[in-house]
């Protein structure tokens, strides 16, 4: 196909960020600035949904493609394309976009349009993440996406924003500078930064190791895995509710979609020299993680500690390196981005109304705000695995797949299973039953606003529990190439 | 009969320089656009004839390009600064048109440093240079910090040069010659000798562990005269370090060669380490340029791979960054008089747009961060380096660029984050906003359209 849609996804929302920005300030109103940013990215929205109709699914390899030399001597070229591994993501990221935007509308009050400026932009370096199939313009994507986010988090976030903005970039950024030299190293040797040719290259065993780790630096501090996830829960009890929903919506994902993309094609030796490593880690983060989550005293700690539960899971399913497990991980990262995004939501919404989010500061919610706790429910199940939600498949797929691994392995991802149960109910009983306290009283339901995106949310969430037939046809090809 | 040819550029400063000493007299104002006019001449002269210039000697072309090359940028550089002089002098009061002297004799030596094949004439070169730039530093001469900068680069300066002109003693004791060429039938002496010439240069460029001077000279100095050091001179002289470590195969000399990484490493960590606790802007810039001095040095090393363009990629972006980063400076003033500390920039977003963001672009590319160019001057300076096999000198690179990228972060959070407090006053030069504009868009563009720079810098080298 000629049609550039592509580079059109990557420039329309810098584009539009440069309109915004350009426009005299004093005189748009908050609400005029939305809007506008609601506008282009509902735009996004309704291009990548040509994607899907108009990718083949019958065919290997990446379409789309464009190609424009970029630096002509370091053979560096600006060359993208999507198969059915990125599509989805994409899909995922131009649909958080917009509602980001809608649910801060009356939470951002200061600085409306650097705010829509910002999340633009950070949309557009996504979006270039997934579609880059040149390992220099990914890495630049990849690490591109840290201004805009250390811009939210640091002017709009809470008390502590600085220390957990800056925690965040330079975890992130030290882990990518190791990758930075590995993806130079590979460049060097393989002389392309093309992503195909180097899968099909072979590096020596020793270097291979050596390259993986390097790799796995930069992604397991973006999942984040165990040793590594400390910044995340600073990240996303400071950031605004808008910021926490791109990051555990989307961000946490570039790490696991790096793993798919580069590290297993890359590295198959190594990936399986370091398969032990990475499921003792993710055991751990799972079990762990849940168990704190469950001491928790704070709402979005417990969500984002419960997140780094969930890319344990994630990680696990890449690392059985069978259909099944990726199938399911991925599922699981689609799944707990929808998930996890609405119950940051979920929690955004109280905090606004009532400026805590002390979980002992609530009780009896579901009196006042029933619609509320509606919502609740159907997010909390989804994340508990309930059948028919899609937080069901994806972990049933990987602990299926783990038992083809180890019988212990399936031990401690059911364990994981029944703590993340434990710990949800736990908060959705806390929050939502019990005595009503005096103060609650005056909360009010949701908004039609927020009643609008939370039905999106929970549409997606059932559609794919009940028939995740449609996510697996797109992706079942693209990941079946990428193991071998 | 020698062929003055190729002496026409020096020539034509030379004669900027007499005319300059008499019309500066009578009119300060048409001494300084006279000058402009002439630094704008010249760059087009060299840019169009410098290669014929040098056609005339047994000069391989890499170093004739390299001479053009980096005499283009000095006069180019020349042109930006003068232009930006004037306002900032006279904010001091010190608005003379000696100031205007000192830059072109500092410029004339770097030119004739460049481009000399003998040490001697390497150290004349070196000499004109340093004692303009001794009296840039002391200029304000009310003003006690000034005073103690000059003093303090003059003495520290004139031990550099003792002790190159020691090591060239020493080189010509040894082989019999002056000048700059691949040595044979040395001994340890020659070693030695040229051990001491490195050790002055690498004070000229201000690499650790000779850096001590520079982040009090940086601090006292007229702000002015600080982003003078900071960029032509020490361009020049990196150009000659550069020259020396090509053309005395320095990396076949394991002492020597061992020198150099060291010193390499310690200005990549001094430079972070110096630079994380400082609270004044103008020292936090000297320490970060000594970080960015050791990416240099590895570019240096590294030239087999991809020729001299990635050194010289390198050091045009960070002319540039530096450019637009003192402009901004420049242009910013308390209502007591120059701005010095970092906590006074707290709440720039909120009174000025275009100053902030670009700041924000400088120091996100000075950190290497993409998409911004100071990236891609890393990516291929790593890239040259790792091909070479300096593989643990670009872990340290990277790693130190990394704490490096925390007080970038922190004065971005000054501005971006933090109330406003004290308002800054806008200078309204109107020539330093063009200036910090202009170089802010090409940071940022050169990541869509990275050919015509990436191309200047190619032809001259083919």
């Known amino acids: 196909m000629s049609f550039p849609i592509l580079s059109l996804l990557i420039l329309t929302p810098i584009i539009g960020a440069l309109t915004l920005s350009l426009s005299s300030s004093t005189q748009l109103k908050n609400k005029t600035v939305f809007l506008s940013g609601l506008w282009i990215t509902t735009g996004e929205f309704l291009l990548s949904l040509l994607l899907p109709f108009f990718y083949d699914k019958s065919q290997n390899g990446y379409q789309f493609i464009e190609f424009h030399t970029w630096f002509d001597k370091f053979d560096i070229n600006y060359y993208v394309g999507v198969d059915g591994i990125s599509i989805p993501l994409i899909l995922l990221t131009t649909f958080l976009v917009p509602i980001c935007l809608l649910c801060s509308i009356n939470s951002i009050q200061n600085r409306a349009k650097e705010f829509v400026i910002y999340f633009l932009l950070l949309e557009s370096f996504i979006i270039g993440v997934f579609v880059s199939i040149d390992l220099v313009i990914f890495y630049v994507f990849f690490e591109a996406v840290l201004i805009p986010m250390f811009l939210i988090i640091g002017i709009w976030g809470g008390e502590n924003r600085l220390y957990a903005t800056f925690k965040f970039f330079l975890y992130t950024l030290a882990g990518s500078v190791l990758m930075l030299l590995a993806i130079i190293y590979i460049i060097s040797k393989v002389k392309s930064g093309n992503i195909e040719l180097i899968s099909d290259f072979t590096f020596d065993q020793q270097i291979e190791l050596v390259l993986f780790l390097c790799f796995f630096a930069s992604f397991a501090v973006k999942v984040p895995m165990f040793p590594f996830h400390t910044w995340l829960p600073d990240a996303h009890v400071q950031a605004p509710t808008s910021g926490s929903v791109i990051l555990a919506g989307v961000l946490l994902k570039l790490g696991a979609y790096g793993f798919i993309r580069l590290s297993l094609p890359f590295f198959e030796f190594a990936s399986i020299y370091f398969q032990p490593m990475v499921f003792a880690l993710s055991c751990v983060a799972i079990v762990y993680t849940s168990i704190v989550a469950l001491r928790q005293l704070d709402m979005k700690k417990m969500i984002a500690y419960s997140s780094v539960a969930h890319m344990g899971f994630v990680t696990i399913g890449i690392f059985t390196l069978t259909q099944d497990g990726i ?17 940051f939501l979920i929690v955004g919404v109280v905090y606004e109304r009532h400026h805590t989010r002390l979980i002992s500061d609530y009780s009896g919610v579901t009196n006042v705000m029933p619609k509320y706790s509606f919502f609740f429910m159907v997010f909390m199940l989804s994340s508990v695995g309930l059948p028919g939600t899609s937080g069901f498949v994806g972990e049933f797929l990987v602990i299926m797949s783990t038992i083809s691994v180890s019988v212990y392995l399936t031990f401690f991802t059911a364990i994981g299973v029944i703590l993340g149960a434990s710990y949800m109910l736990l908060l959705y009983k806390n929050i939502n039953f019990g005595d009503l306290k005096s103060d609650i ?36 090809k693209s990941i079946s190439l990428s193991i071998i | 009969m020698v062929n003055l040819y190729q002496f026409i550029p020096e020539i034509f400063i030379l004669s900027l320089i007499l005319i300059t000493l008499f019309f500066g007299l009578l009119n300060k104002d048409r001494a300084i656009s006279l000058n402009t006019l002439g630094f704008i ?99 304000n001469t009310k003003n006690l910090f000034s005073n103690e900068a000059g003093i303090k680069y003059f003495s520290l300066g004139a031990l550099s040069s003792g002790f190159l002109l020691f090591g060239i003693s020493m080189i010509y004791y040894d082989t019999g010659s002056f000048t700059i060429q691949n040595l044979e039938n040395f001994t340890a002496i020659s070693e030695i000798g040229l051990s001491l010439v490195l050790i002055s240069l690498f004070f000229k460029v201000s690499a650790a562990p000779f850096h001590i001077w520079t982040p009090d000279v940086y601090e006292g100095s007229p702000t002015i005269s600080t982003l003078f050091f900071a960029t032509l001179p020490k361009f020049a002289s990196l150009i000659f370090l550069f020259r020396v470590y090509q053309e ?61 363009g990635t050194l010289f990629f390198y050091l045009i972006i960070y002319l540039i960054t530096t450019f637009g980063i003192f402009a901004v400076l420049l242009n910013l003033r308390t209502v007591d008089g120059e701005f010095t500390k970092i906590s006074q920039l707290n709440g720039l977003r909120f009174t000025s747009n275009s100053k902030s963001i670009s700041m924000l672009v400088f120091f996100f590319s000075l950190a290497g961060i993409p998409p911004f160019a100071g990236f891609f001057a890393k990516f291929f300076i790593l890239s040259a380096s790792i091909n070479d096999g300096f593989i643990f000198l670009s872990i340290i ?32 030069n109107k020539i330093g906003k063009v200036i910090f504009i202009t170089s802010g868009l090409i940071i940022t563009l050169f990541f869509i359209f990275p050919d015509p720079l990436i191309n200047l810098v190619d032809n001259l080298f083919k």
């Open chain 1, 327 to 343: 199938n399911g991980a991925y599922f699981q990262m689609i799944s707990h981005g929808i998930v996890s995004a609405a119950l």
């Open chain 2, 248 to 308: 005395l195969n320095i990396s076949d000399i394991k002492s020597l060669n061992y020198i150099f990484q060291m010193v390499c490493a310690i200005s990549l960590l001094v430079g972070v380490y110096g630079a994380i606790t400082q609270k004044v802007i103008k020292r936090l810039l000297a320490f970060s340029s000594i970080n960015h001095i050791g990416f240099m040095l590895l570019g240096i090393m590294s030239y087999q791979f991809m020729s001299e």
């Open chain 2, 397 to 428: 690179a990277v790693l130190s660029s990394v704490i490096a990228a925390f007080y970038y972060l922190t004065i971005i959070k000054n501005m971006f984050f933090n109330k406003l407090e004290i308002e800054l006053l806008d200078d309204n």
């Open chain 1, 441 to 476: 009283k005056q909360l009010t339901d949701l908004t039609n606003i927020e009643i609008f995106y939370f039905s999106c949310l929970a549409f997606l969430t059932i559609l794919l529990g009940i028939y995740p037939k449609f996510l697996f046809e797109m992706i079942n």
């Open chain 2, 41 to 139: 001449f010249l760059s087009i002269l060299l840019f169009n004839y410098g290669k014929d210039f040098y056609s005339s000697t047994q000069l391989s072309l890499n170093t004739i390009n390299l001479f053009v090359l980096s005499k283009i940028i000095l006069s180019i550089g020349s042109i930006i600064f003068i232009l930006l002089l004037k306002r900032p002098l006279k904010n001091e009061n010190l608005y003379r048109y000696e100031y205007v002297l000192f830059i072109l004799f500092a410029i004339l030596g770097s030119f004739v440093l460049i481009s000399s094949n003998n040490f001697l004439t390497a150290f004349i070169g070196l000499e004109l240079q340093s004692l303009s730039l001794y009296l840039m530093a002391a200029f």
